[in-house]
């Protein structure tokens, strides 16, 4: 479960209690860069199914020729050797290892000319955008899949394994299929092609070849190896793949495990917002009313409209907080949050933009560490124990 992130004044109290805050650096790195990478992750898979470098002459196929002298570029500028350098797991980056066979064509734009191939405007070699992205590589054949390395510090991650294996084994997790919403996030743990992946880091966002976000992920895999792969290569791989899983977080209790249907089970945002309405009862308790809602999709995304609809009261609107929970029936959760605060609904009309009467139901005079105490009993399947009393701002339990 994730809320938002520390605040300035949490960095300032854990420094003073000597805890140092880890910063994640996977994915500092330029679209440029991403692509140099790319391409030679292309030249891996092919070593990977061929056992061989790729080898210049006409007899190659295209793809061949032009991964034989995407290596020997790779090779011959220091800034993309350095980049390379620690992916390199096979040695290809070494003099030893370079074809043999003479190049057919004098330069790089020669061959590519032949193949009938547009080249770049700006003549860099290192911008790669003849060599197709992984991404794209992925999607026309399924069963490429990311290089894969030894993980040096699996030690680390392997008590990580053995106690998924156990909670599974006594049912305070589960295995449930890849959801159609393909949500993966730092800390999921999966089933892919038989084995079991943990995803350690997800880098930062940068503009897919698609034109969508993507993003790079550390995925760590329980045979004791790792693969930087894109998120939405993983996506692809876990929906196509039949016996593709994800393996829940330990079990939220009865108040979901009786859920009937597995389809229904899936991941989902509670999220938590506020009003920027200038609305007399908005303002005078900005800090008390809020909006209370579960998506299983993008948050930002749901609240991008939020100006022209009367759900968010005209106006727009900013997270103040969101939890994470898988193995979930996210309707039926959402419904459970109105319920338990039903007693505090926002009782409030307003204007739609044709002018027409509107009244919000999903929000209320409801304080942050309210809900954060409820989405905790939610998760270890005590709510059903409790009733918000409204009057004294607090959960209490209910007599026997």
Known sequence: MAKSQFTEEDDELLAELGVEIETSTLNARTPREERIIAGFEEIQRFVEEHGRVP????????????????????????????LVATIDFQGLLTPEKSATASVSYYSDEALLAALGVDLPEANDITVLKHVKPRAERERANPAEVAARKPCQDFEKFKPIFEAVQADIKSGRRK???????????????????????YIAEVGEAFKGTDGRNEFRLRVIFDNGVESNQL??????????????????????????????????MGSGTIY???????????????????????????????????????????????????????????TKLENILHRFFESARLDIQINDRFGKPVMPREWFLVPLFIVDEVVDKIKDGSISEYHYDHNVVKLVKLTE
């Not at 295995?175 to 038989?194: T, W, Y």
């Not at 330990?250 to 495990?257: E, K, N, T």
Request: glycine content about 6%; charged content about 30%.
């Open 175 to 197: 295995i449930i299929p890849f959801a159609k919403d393909g949500s993966i996030q730092e800390g999921n743990l999966f089933i892919v092609s038989g084995q079991k992946a």
């Open 272 to 330: 938590v917002l506020r009003s920027k309405s200038q609305h007399p009862t908005i303002a005078e308790n900005r800090n008390l009313i809020h909006k209370i809602g579960v998506t299983g999709g993008s948050v930002k995304t749901r609240i991008a409209s939020a100006k022209q609809d009367p759900t968010y009261l005209m106006a727009d609107v900013e997270i103040v907080a969101t939890y994470e929970l898988y193995n979930i029936n996210r």
């Open 55 to 82: 080898q210049h002459g006409e007899d190659k196929d295209i793809f061949e020729r032009l991964y034989a002298t995407r290596l020997d570029q790779i090779r011959s500028l220091e800034e993309c050797r350095n």
């Open 231 to 264: 998120l939405h290569s993983l996506q692809k791989r876990l929906w196509e793949d039949d016996a593709g899983r994800r393996i829940t977080d330990i079990s939220m209790g009865p108040l979901f495990d009786k859920i009937v249907s597995e389809e229904d």
